[in-house]
């Protein structure tokens, strides 16, 4: 098996990739080590320090989900490779960004299998690199236009948006569930939805065509953390590569949650100890054995499998072909993932 042959199983696996296309899944990983290549490009600094602690997270790897969504996105036009590979890289970059500044406020210790920065180095080092990438991904978005640049600002401004209501919580008589899928929506929606807007315009992609990407990113990034939120009380540390029950040490209700605590039967046990940040592992395992025989987690499934279909119903406005099959399988995956 060569070299590329072996980087598309990793593709396949890593994204639930499941179709025979071979010319698309080249294309795709062709296009990958392309944005690779810009990621090391980018992040190089002649400070050691910068350096260092931004290659950290570029080298540790990922799924990538984003940048192959762009180019993904792009397979609906017929040109603008260069300005396709820079938008790709451009999302990740942010992305990795918001990561260095969620382990912060998370206050997580591992990421991706190997040590966050906060945790290598501090928090103030973790949150200038963040701000270093976000820098630099404004920079190569620049060269894209105007358009380009306006949206990017506009994603920021979503993002951090979504955190800052995340935060705050919901308001008063405002449904936390229905506040919890708006939030996610703007912290991970929102990029997603962006490069698949990305993608599609720049590819010269028609409008209509652009937009139902544009809107199947939306809903396939909220559906993603819901995915994770499942997922990061349903498995072990060991499969998740970071730190089990992240959101319950810092005193986030998740949608399995959410559920949990408003069904009429929930353990009066589990709103003690969701009632704020718990810092003692043995009473983070306690919590997550009560959110996994609750009737949270089956909820949280059925709310996802919800969001899939809306995906799967966005891609009817798009032309047959490997590329909307690839979207499908996605969906498929997000779903799958969590059993």
Avoid at 116 to 144: C, E, K, M, P
Avoid at 197 to 205: I, K, P
Avoid at 246 to 266: I, K
Wanted: glycine share 10%; proline share 3%.
């Amino acid at each position: 098996m060569s070299v590329r042959d072996g980087a598309i199983e990793e593709l396949r696996a890593a994204v639930g990739l499941r179709i025979a296309d071979e010319a698309l899944l080249r294309s795709l990983v062709g296009g990958l080590e392309d944005v690779e290549d810009v990621l090391r490009e980018v992040v190089r600094s002649d400070v050691e320090a910068i350096n260092e602690a931004a290659r950290h997270l570029v080298e540790a790897g990922g799924k990538r989900f984003r940048p192959m969504f762009t180019l993904l996105a792009a397979e609906f036009g017929e040109g603008g490779r260069d300005a396709v590979i820079t938008a790709a890289a451009a999302v990740e970059l942010v992305h990795l960004a918001t990561l260095y500044h969620d382990d912060v406020m998370d206050e997580a210790t591992m990421r991706r299998g190997a040590l966050s920065v906060n945790a290598r180095w501090d928090n103030t080092v973790a949150i200038l690199t963040g701000d270093y990438l976000f820098a630099h991904a404004s920079r190569l978005v620049a060269d894209l236009g105007t358009d380009a640049a306006r949206i990017i600002a506009e994603t920021f401004g979503e993002l951090v948006t979504g955190q800052m209501r995340e935060t705050v919580g919901p308001g008063h008589g405002e449904d936390p569930v229905e506040h919890y899928l708006s939030v996610i929506g703007q912290k991970t929606g929102s990029l997603i939805a962006t490069a698949g807007r990305f993608g599609g315009m720049l590819s010269g992609a028609a409008a209509d065509h652009t937009e139902a990407l544009h809107r199947f990113g939306e809903i396939i990034g909220t559906a993603f953390q819901i995915s994770d939120d499942i997922i990061d009380i349903a498995s072990p540390s060991s499969e998740l590569g970071k730190s089990q029950g992240t959101d319950l040490r810092e005193g986030v209700r998740t949608l399995p949650m959410l559920y949990a605590l408003a069904d009429e039967d929930c353990d009066p046990r589990l709103f003690e100890l969701l009632g704020g940040p718990i810092t003692d592992d043995t009473l983070v395992a306690e919590a997550l054995e009560l959110l996994r025989t609750s009737g949270g987690l089956d909820r949280a499934h059925v709310t996802l499998s919800d969001y899939a279909q809306r995906a799967r119903t966005e891609l009817e406005a798009l032309p047959s072909s490997p590329a909307r099959d690839a979207c499908e399988s996605v969906t498929d995956y997000l779903v799958a993932r969590t059993h």
